[in-house]
């Protein structure tokens, strides 16, 4: 008698502990109808709040859901990979636990991994009621990451997706200190199909991605698979050693014709800061991968757990 396939669904969790019942509800009546064995495994990235209480109280009275403890909160990112790791299942579905990925999608999801793909990612349309300001800063950080990285990443994909066992294997391997499964997923290549979605409504709580942490979100992304920002602090150095010198010419040819030298302490000082300002940016980005290389040269872990029952299920 052949077994059962698996499924496994990871879910990142920092203070949801007003969607975690709710989304173990919507999440069994959905895999219950499926002819799969199943697991759902919260990852609680360092709560503060009742998260993982909620989730041993479920846990306990609930075979199908697991939890793993974080030592601290190590970003969601490092808790994607967390559950990854140690996720059993034939594939692997991904997904935020604020319902605003919708569990009644994940039939969709497993219908394609059956017709032979070995990701299946999801793209948000637009949401209306998203203020315009979130928008604009989306639309453009896609915009701005593919034309500055070597990867491209399709407008409106999220973490929102379904990965064969062979793929989360592939995960498991790696080790570099600031994860963009977003980037790598695309990165690894493989067989891959793009379902649209509309997403749902927020259950509980606010969005934990402030624009502080978008930016950092972004500055990640790029530095993780391009070295071009290094390239174009050379071009425009180049560029502006070119400039300088043509204006050093010109005034030297003027000063010869008119026979004076020009004054203007305004131009000079605006001259200087702004050269000096550029020179930051410079530095500032070669500091970026210098301290990449730093932190990934002491092969620290990911992430760390404090405690997790899925041994004591399986």
Excluded at 51 to 61: C, D, M, P, V
Excluded at 86 to 105: K, V, Y
Excluded at 240 to 263: D, K, M, N, Q, T
Excluded at 277 to 287: F, H
Aim: with cysteine.
């Amino acid at each position: 008698m052949t077994l059962q396939k698996k499924i496994s669904v990871v879910i990142p969790s920092f203070n949801e502990e007003g969607n975690i019942k709710i989304i173990v509800n919507a999440l069994n009546d959905v895999l219950q109808k499926l002819n799969y064995r199943y697991e759902l495994i919260f990852v609680d990235d360092g709560s503060s709040d009742k998260t993982l209480r909620i989730l041993q109280e479920i846990s306990a009275n609930d075979s199908n859901v697991f939890y793993i403890e974080l030592s601290r909160n190590f970003g969601h990112q490092n808790a994607l990979k967390a559950g990854l790791d140690l996720a059993s299942g034939d594939c692997i579905i991904t997904m935020d636990g604020d319902m605003q990925h919708p569990p009644e999608m994940i039939p969709q999801l497993v219908e394609k991994w059956e017709e032979g793909f070995d990701i299946v990612y999801t793209r948000r349309l637009e949401d209306k009621n998203l203020p315009a300001f979130k928008k604009i800063t989306s639309k453009y950080f896609y915009k701005f990451i593919n034309s500055i990285s070597e990867i491209k990443i399709e407008e409106g994909t999220a973490d929102f997706r379904l990965m064969d066992k062979k793929v989360s294997t592939v995960f498991f391997a790696f080790s570099e200190n600031e994860l963009f499964i977003r980037g790598l997923v695309n990165w690894v290549g493989f067989k891959q199909f793009a379902i649209d979605y509309k997403p749902a409504e927020r259950f509980s709580g606010n969005s934990k991605y402030t624009v502080k942490k978008m930016m950092q979100f972004a500055l990640k992304g790029i530095t993780s698979f391009s070295i071009r920002p290094l390239y174009i602090s050379i071009f425009l150095g180049i560029s502006l050693f070119l400039l300088s010198l043509l204006l050093y010419i010109l005034y030297v040819f003027y000063s010869i014709y008119y026979g004076h030298v020009i004054s203007g302490w305004a131009s000079v000082i605006f001259t200087i800061v702004i050269f000096g300002g550029l020179n930051l940016i410079v530095l500032g980005i070669i500091g970026v991968y210098v301290g990449k290389l730093f932190m990934q040269s002491k092969q620290r872990p990911n992430y760390l757990i404090r405690d997790t029952n899925l041994e004591d299920k399986k």
